[in-house]
């Protein structure tokens, strides 16, 4: 797979409007657990529609050191699982990419064995993983801790009721992926309601699981003896198909997005309507157009169905250049907030306190040298970029080939003006 992930910098000048087609690739946040839940059956199993991205290569690292073949060819990967593994996720990968987590419950749940590395905090400062360690205990795992390691170890898992006291989507999966070939049913309540946990059970139940419930708060499993590989191809990618939408907030003019599920971003959308977009849904994707500044909107994050977390950097890019006061609250990451310093070096007035950020909207940003702090955040500042008179350098951005396939480019086809450097 060729990845730019070499590119450190991404130069971004005065763009827009914005015209023409564009494609969403799979969604990472779905093809990385997708590829986790391949270790739950020996044999080859197939992903379609793969983002070409750092984090699925970092992911196919992984399970090849855990003794897999892992190959990726164009949007297609295909892993095959031997009967026996390695079950260890180690620090050098864990500490990369922090999804590689979800790799406990297939461990647990097939071999009964895990060691993986105890994931630091990150780029959103600390993310705890209490409510996976507690869910898989209530199946009957254990665990301890020492010299960085997590290891657990369990007989054949049990299924019982959980409930997730937060609806975390890297617990729901976990605990997913432990039960479907624990003994007996397992209730997940106040399960993540993403569409990328549909995705899984969706892979799940092609493997010969019995997950009912997937996109509701209530997710049963029955578990079963043993699973087969399975093909599958992974859903669009929400988060790319916002970043699309911001670029378009930001600068205007007039795109389809193509493949973009517009039933899995309601919320979203609708803010966007709000803030004066004109937004359709169509049988080849999504339809935006933006003819005048847009409105500012106050704007909390929740958990699905509510404005993901994941749009937020997106949403105070585009809150930045819009007319009007807006107030922005993370409810989900507290420290998600990093993209706000580099925003406010290209002009944006912006004030946090605590996790609120007001933001009062400029007539135009200028130019400046920035750096990515993290994929989402890299993104935003791209699509800050395009508003901003002369030119913006985003460093650090790795961070974006951590996320998207090709964002350059695809913006570059829309008419922006972006370049790698
Ligand atoms: C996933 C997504 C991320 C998205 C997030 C929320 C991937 C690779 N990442 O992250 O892009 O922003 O969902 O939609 O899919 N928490 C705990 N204890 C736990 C687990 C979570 O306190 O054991 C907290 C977290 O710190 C956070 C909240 O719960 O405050 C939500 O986290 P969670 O839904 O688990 O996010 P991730 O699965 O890590």
């Not at 730019?4 to 023409?20: A, D, Q, T, W």
């Not at 087609?21 to 093809?31: C, D, E, M, T």
């Not at 059956?41 to 073949?69: F, K, T, Y």
Request: charged share 20%; proline share 4%.
């Amino acid at each position: 797979m060729n990845i730019k992930s070499e590119v450190s910098s991404i130069c971004v000048r005065k763009s827009g409007p914005l015209e023409g087609n564009v494609r969403v690739s799979g969604a990472k946040n779905s093809a990385l657990k997708l590829m986790a839940a391949a270790l739950l059956a020996p044999g080859r199993s197939i992903l379609h529609n793969v983002p070409r991205i750092a984090d699925v290569v970092w992911m196919g690292e992984l399970l090849a050191q855990m003794g897999c073949a892992v190959s990726h060819q164009s949007d297609t990967t295909i892993i095959d699982v031997p009967d026996e593994i390695v079950p260890e996720a180690p620090y050098e990968i864990v500490e990369r990419m922090r999804a590689s987590i979800v790799v406990l419950g297939p461990l647990l749940g097939r071999f009964g064995k895990a060691r993986v590395s105890v994931p630091g905090g990150d780029d959103f400062g600390h993310r705890p993983i209490d409510m996976h360690l507690r869910g898989l205990k209530e199946l009957g795992a254990t665990f301890t801790t020492s010299h960085g390691y997590i290891e657990g170890r369990a007989h054949r898992l049990e299924g019982t009721r959980v409930l997730l006291e937060f609806p975390s989507v890297g617990a729901t999966e976990n605990l997913l992926m432990a039960a479907v070939l624990a003994k007996g049913e397992t209730v997940i309540d106040n399960a993540a309601r993403e569409p990328e946990i549909e995705d899984l059970a969706s892979f799940l139940n092609g493997m010969g699981a019995v997950v009912d419930g997937a996109g509701t708060s209530t997710v049963s499993v029955e578990g079963v003896d043993s699973l087969i590989p399975v093909e599958h191809t992974v859903l669009p990618d929400r988060i790319e198909a916002a970043t699309y939408l911001a670029a378009v907030g930001a600068v205007g003019g007039q795109v389809c997005i193509e493949g973009g599920r517009a039933d899995h971003m309601k919320m979203f959308l609708n803010k966007l309507v709000d803030m004066g977009m004109e937004i359709s849904s169509a049988a080849d994707g999504i339809h935006v157009a933006r003819l005048d500044r847009l409105h500012s909107v106050d704007v909390s994050t929740l958990p699905y169905p509510g404005v993901a977390t994941d749009y937020q950097p997106l949403l105070l890019a585009m809150l930045s250049v819009a007319d009007g006061i807006g107030i922005v609250t993370e409810n989900i990451f507290g420290g998600r907030l990093r993209a706000l310093d580099e925003l406010v070096r290209l002009g944006a007035d912006i004030r946090a306190e605590g996790h609120h950020v007001l933001i009062r909207g400029v007539e135009s940003l200028s130019g400046a040298r920035v750096r990515a702090p993290d994929i989402r955040a890299g993104a935003a500042l791209v699509v800050a970029g395009l508003a901003a008179e002369g030119e913006t350098i985003v460093g650090d951005a790795h961070h974006v080939a951590r996320g998207y396939e090709d964002l350059v480019g695809r913006l570059s086809s829309l008419g922006a003006n972006v370049t790698h450097m």
